[in-house]
């Protein structure tokens, strides 16, 4: 069974940065496509930004400049490095994959 599980999410000034991290378990990594959604509140669901299996990346244009996403396929990690951080980055940030496992959710802040 996959499992993902993300990491790295709290409380950060306007302006500020965080890494999050997600780790994938269970199966075969560097084939499948790794995205990272958001949720704020009141908000439906949002793709961040999207890692190919060939590490081609497409980012929503919201974020284009600010965040990052990388993988490392050999210790089967997907990374969103956020820059420039504001306000309305604030929601729960998930880890999926192109299976369609989604991992728990890490809440990311983002407040004076």
């Known amino acids: 069974q996959v499992q993902l599980v993300e990491s790295g999410g709290g409380l950060v000034q306007p302006g500020g940065s965080l890494r999050l991290s997600c780790a994938a378990s269970?199966?075969?990594?560097?084939?499948?496509?790794m995205d990272w959604y958001r949720q704020a509140p009141g908000k439906q669901r949002e793709l961040v930004a999207r890692i190919s299996s060939g590490a081609s990346t497409n980012y929503a244009d919201s974020v284009k400049g600010r965040f990052r996403i990388s993988r490392d396929n050999a210790k089967k990690m997907v990374y969103l490095q956020m820059n420039s951080l504001k306000p309305e980055d604030t929601a729960v940030y998930y880890c999926h994959d192109s299976r369609g496992s989604w991992g728990q959710g890490t809440q990311v802040t983002v407040s004076s």
């Open positions: 269970g199966t075969i990594f560097s084939i499948y496509a």
